[in-house]
């Protein structure tokens, strides 16, 4: 039935007899982070030859996957199952009580369905009605050690051994019963002292624990030993083995205990023996679980009732310490927690499906991320797996870095941080830190992100149970580490703001400033003549279709709403340049325009009376600043007169006498003075253009 279970065994699934817990090798800045925050981890282990390190691992106190895979694997009334992994290839074992030997290839992953091969009875040495089965490696040799009997069949314990591969066709050795002592013998277990190999089983029929003594070869017949366990009580009767049907040894602090599964006195229970530093002591007895009500019956069972319970595993993981219990009679599996090795154990969960008479569960096998579990059913011939997954919570789900990342997680719950070293050699080593993760506190962070240039954002960071804030970079901001601060950036900038709560809970949020810029350019003063004309707008104002444009007043401007107007103004003026973008964000700039008569008179120097080139249909005086006009005279090219006027504001037709004067050039004069007294004279051409 049962086989022992190692406290390293969760990890590794088989290591070397003997090899102890390993001291840790990372600790975790903090065990209690946020969902988001990143959980920071110390490696101690340096120069290891490799690095598996997994986010998310799959925990014994999470929820488990039930798979009913069926009874296509040759079982005919399976007694016992153990489950190993050599090399990247992971292997079961099963017999049946007929006398055969079924190895379970898995390939590389716990998940796969195995292909079963049929080792048969081994040239008769597999002993007779087999039940248990503990699987180990010493010296680089894999070995298979089996007990069985009874019901009329010689009680024996047979060795398998397979060399240096699981994969390799095996022999087999039947040392019989050394002593005579074995009678019906359960939950075989075998493990290096020193340097003795002891091995331990209980028998059904008597109600016996033996010790076997291989001295210092496991290969060897061992000797037989009957223990007597000192009877202290504990949680009720009975005062000894009752019924004895597997065993779940455990090595751990440099203490051994044993826990046995028994079916006698009319209740199954489990019995705690604790042998001390040594197999060789007398171990003390006391009850880790009574049915004091008896029955267990009912589909689920009862909380805590063991019924026929026919194999037990206990392991460690991450620091909390659970027990596995198939029970036979109602078809579940009972699983229990306890603080410690000495404590009592407290009911968690049963599990009722698929199972049809379960007479073996293996050890817990970690399949990297996963861990895996394996129940063989005598009622349906099949095989169920119980499958502890890896989570999908972890921004990163394993590495193989000597330094590891930093993950963080989505969902608040409880994880594991898994660490093996050195996988597959002798010195291999495994860790394993469990991280809680909360719901972000409420935060309160008034903000609006969007501003224009120039503007200030007035910041207020709140939540009850923050222990302080602290904002980052410290770049436009009044206060690092206020709760009512502003920042006024120029430029888009993101600000980082960490808020530690109590627990180590660390929010590291972000408020992003975006600075909506707009920028107006109305170009630089000028002068110009009375009557000349000037376009105005600056090269750097910003351009782009999420731009508007205006200028005002509009007087004297050709286009108010173009980004560079042509202004022809009458007297100096300042014209206002506004920028509005899609946001809202306004940039106004100015440019002052100073108009002066400056002694020139502005005429242009070509026009078309029937306004067919897009030159001037009149031809006149542009100045706005004549206050007096002595004469303004035009002639043609034969020095007649054709226009003349001593009003500034009439102007030429391009007729004589009711006529077109016909295409060419013509010579005009004018005198005048301006409003500041000035006299100005000029003379030039101007071209009629037909």
């Excluded at 070869?217 to 597997?246: C, H, M, Q």
């Excluded at 990163?396 to 870095?401: E, G, P, R």
Aim: hydrophobic share 35%; aromatic share 12%; net charge neutral.
């Amino acid at each position: 039935m049962r086989k022992s279970l190692l406290l390293v065994l969760l990890f590794l699934s088989v290591l070397p007899l003997g090899l102890k817990a390993q001291n840790s090798l990372f600790d975790l800045e903090s065990d209690t982070v946020c969902i988001g925050q990143k959980v920071n981890i110390r490696p101690h282990a340096q120069n290891a030859a490799t690095y598996y390190w997994g986010f998310c691992s799959g925990y014994l106190n999470n929820p488990a996957i039930l798979d009913d895979l069926g009874a296509g694997f040759q079982f005919n009334q399976a007694s016992s199952i153990e489950v190993g992994h050599d090399g990247n290839k992971f292997y079961g074992f099963v017999v049946n009580p007929v006398g055969e030997l079924l190895k379970l290839d898995f390939g590389n992953s716990l998940i796969n369905i195995p292909t079963v091969t049929n080792l048969g009875d081994l040239n008769s040495s597999i002993t007779a009605s087999p039940n248990s089965l503990y699987l180990t490696q010493d010296g680089g040799k894999w070995y298979l050690f089996m007990c069985g009997g009874g019901g009329g069949n010689p009680s024996s314990i047979s060795r398998i051994d397979f060399g240096t591969s699981l994969n390799n066709v095996p022999n087999g050795v039947n040392m019989g019963n050394p002593g005579g002592l074995l009678n019906d013998p359960r939950g075989i277990f075998v493990a290096q002292q020193g340097n003795v190999y002891y091995g331990f089983v209980v028998n059904n029929a008597d109600n016996k624990l033996i010790r076997l003594n291989f001295g210092n070869n496991i290969s060897k017949t061992p000797s037989e030993t009957n223990v007597a366990p000192i009877a202290t009580g504990g949680f009720g009767p009975p005062p000894g083995l009752g019924g004895p049907t597997d065993i779940a040894p455990v090595f751990d602090q440099g203490f051994w205990y044993f826990f046995v599964t028994n079916t006698g006195f009319g209740n199954s229970t489990v019995l705690r023996l604790y042998f001390g530093n040594t197999l060789s002591n007398v171990p003390v007895l006391t009850t880790a679980v009574a049915n004091s009500t008896g029955g267990g019956g009912g589909n689920p069972p009862t909380p805590s009732k063991l019924k026929g319970a026919s194999g037990i595993t206990v392991l460690k993981d991450c620091g909390n310490w659970y027990g596995y219990i198939t029970n036979k009679t109602n078809d579940s599996l009972l699983k229990y927690s306890f603080g410690s090795l000495s404590s009592g154990w407290s009911f968690n969960s049963a599990y009722v499906a698929p199972f049809n008479a379960p007479t073996d569960l293996s050890r817990i096998v970690r399949d990297r991320d996963s861990l895996y579990m394996f129940v063989v059913n005598s009622g349906s011939n099949g095989l169920t797996r119980i499958l502890f997954p890896q989570c999908q919570n972890a921004s990163i789900a394993s590495s193989t870095s000597p330094i590891p990342p930093s993950p963080s997680y989505n969902d608040q719950g409880t994880y594991n941080i898994y660490l093996a070293i050195n996988e597959g050699k002798p010195n291999a080593a495994v860790d394993c830190k469990q991280v809680t993760v909360i719901r972000i506190p409420p935060i309160n962070l008034s903000h609006d992100t969007l501003i224009c240039q120039g503007d200030t954002l007035h910041v207020i960071a709140g939540s009850q149970y923050a222990l302080n804030y602290i904002f980052s970079p410290n770049y436009n901001i009044s206060d690092t580490q206020g709760i009512n601060i502003k920042v006024y950036p120029t430029i888009s900038t993101t600000y980082t703001i960490r808020i530690p709560f109590p627990e180590g809970c660390v929010v590291d949020t972000t408020l992003r400033v975006d600075v909506s810029r707009v920028k107006a350019d109305a170009g630089p003063d000028r002068s110009i003549g009375d009557g000349a004309s000037t376009v105005i707008g600056g090269p750097n104002t910003y351009k782009g279709n999420i731009f508007t444009y205006q200028w005002f007043p509009i007087q004297y401007l050709d286009n108010p709403f173009s980004l560079t107007p042509t202004a022809t103004p009458a007297a100096d003026i300042t014209y206002y340049l506004k920028v509005t973008n899609t946001d809202g964000c306004v940039s106004i700039d100015t440019v002052n325009v100073k108009v002066s008569c400056g002694g020139n008179i502005n005429l242009p120097n070509a026009f078309a009376p029937e306004n067919t080139h897009g030159a001037p249909r009149r031809f006149g005086i542009l100045n706005k600043e004549l206050v007096q006009l002595n004469y303004f005279r035009i002639f043609d090219r034969w020095g007649k007169e054709v226009f003349s006027t001593t009003d500034v504001t009439k102007q030429w037709d391009g007729t004589v006498g009711g006529n077109p004067a016909p295409f060419g050039v013509y010579v005009w004069e004018a005198d005048g003075f301006c409003s500041t007294g000035e006299r100005v004279s000029k003379s030039g051409n101007v071209t009629l253009i037909r």
